[in-house]
């Protein structure tokens, strides 16, 4: 979401594998696709994730990316 608490900073800060253990493979911003994105990589409003990971993880993860 657009008040998402991702939004803004980076795919490293995120710490997205160690905190949540799940790994963004890919996401969709305004139409493009970007896979393997790098830890310099700053999350938009509107960015769509890919995710791996287990599905309770992913579950916690989307939480966070709705968050408003």
Known sequence: GKHSSLVGQTL???E???KYRVSLIALTRSGEVISNPGVDLVFKPGDVLVLA???KDIE???RLV???
């Open 66 to 68: 709705k968050e408003y």
């Open 16 to 18: 997205m594998r160690k």
């Open 12 to 14: 490293g800060q995120s």
């Open 53 to 55: 990971g287990e599905k």
């Open 60 to 62: 916690v993860v989307e």
